[in-house]
T-cell receptor
């Protein structure tokens, strides 16, 4: 079975500052990893994904994440925060093998951008 | 870009009533899923559906829940007798491969 831990239910940064949202995973086989963003009263939008190709993954809106197998981490970063980045961010994992099991989500991190 | 369409966007129902949530998957996707998000909590897997049958289901997906693809296009989630604790956002997701999930915008279910 797989699991995801997101450290920090709330993260607050100033506009223009570095954004770092942490995600650690546990998986018995090589995982696929995803970051989703959810704006208030909206659905889930895929930011980026790791599917065993390049370990540094670039996504939309200037976000990127690096898969580090030795640390079992997939932290999300953005060099300069923008007010529009304020949202809930979810890390998710799925096993890379076959089958129709679903994504396992972390509890989410609420990103607050201070002006 | 292809989308997963969910209807209705918001449904209010009385406790004990049956509700059906509908999803139109992306046409060439093979795997279908329902997820639930209780307000302020994480997204939870309910059930996956492949080749016209349930592939996996979570502990949440008890006998009150059922899924089907009645006409080859719509993918539905039925809750037979709703409870207050069923109030949540329900997301449909479809997948062609394990790399490519697409989520719908969700149905907010309010049980009163």
């Amino acid at each position: 079975a797989q699991s995801v831990t997101q450290l920090g239910s709330h993260v607050s940064v100033s506009e223009g500052a570095l954004v770092l949202l942490r995600c650690n995973y546990s998986s018995s086989v090589p995982p696929y990893l995803f970051w989703y963003v959810q704006y208030p009263n909206q659905g889930l939008q895929l930011l980026l994904k790791y599917t065993s190709a390049a370990t540094l993954v670039k996504g939309i809106n200037g976000f990127e994440a690096e898969f580090k197998k030795s640390e079992t981490s997939f932290h999300l970063t953005k060099p300069s925060a923008h007010m529009s980045d304020a949202a809930e961010y979810f890390c998710a994992v799925i096993l890379s093998g076959g089958g129709a099991d679903g994504l396992t989500f972390g509890k989410g991190t609420h990103l607050i951008i201070q002006p | 870009e292809p989308e997963v369409t969910q209807t209705p966007s918001h449904q209010v129902t009385q406790m004990g009533q049956e509700v059906i949530l509908r999803c139109v998957p992306i046409s060439n996707h093979l795997y279908f899923y329902w997820y639930r998000q209780i307000l302020g909590q994480k997204v939870e897997f309910l059930v996956s559906f492949y080749n016209n049958e349930i592939s996996e289901k979570s502990e949440i997906f008890d006998d009150q829940f059922s899924v089907e693809r009645p006409d080859g296009s719509n993918f539905t989630l039925k809750i037979r007798s709703t409870k207050l604790e069923d109030s949540a956002m329900y997301f449909c997701a479809t997948q062609q491969s394990r790399e490519g999930y697409t989520f719908g915008s969700g149905t907010r279910l309010t049980v009163v």
